[in-house]
């Protein structure tokens, strides 16, 4: 059974920090780029991050670039978001996803979510 999950949300003051983790399991995570996603109330998902071993490399919105960090442990096949300097506009839920070998490549399995939330 394929399975993401999400974990380390929370609550945190602007200029704080948090660290997001995804699980995967249930399926070849070295042969996976993973993604992470975010959906604030009242707007549609959008892509934060994405890191990919087959390409060895790693990406950022705009909007996060500079504050957020991506990394994998594939020992551990958890892929973590380091979250700094956030800000209330960094309120959502946060979901990750593989999206097969490439990072512009569809999501094809998702996690349930973990809400972060940023109080001004």
């Known amino acids: 059974e394929v399975q993401l999950v999400e974990s380390g949300g929370g609550l945190v003051q602007a200029g704080g920090s948090l660290r997001v983790s995804c699980a995967a399991s249930?399926?070849?995570?070295?042969?996976?780029?993973i993604g992470w996603f975010r959906q604030a109330p009242g707007k549609e998902r959008e892509g934060v991050s994405c890191?990919?071993?087959?390409?060895?490399?790693?990406y950022y919105a705009d909007s996060v670039k500079g504050r957020f960090t991506i990394s994998s442990d594939n020992a551990k096949n958890t892929v973590y978001l380091q979250m700094n300097s956030l800000k209330p506009e960094d309120t959502a839920v946060y979901y990750c996803?593989?999206?097969?070998?490439?990072?512009?490549?569809?999501?094809?399995?998702w996690g349930q979510g973990t809400q972060v939330t940023v109080s001004s």
């Open positions: 249930g399926f070849t995570f070295d042969d996976y780029a």
């Open positions: 996803a593989a999206l097969g070998v490439y990072c512009s490549g569809p999501p094809e399995f």
């Open positions: 890191i990919s071993s087959s390409e060895g490399t790693t």
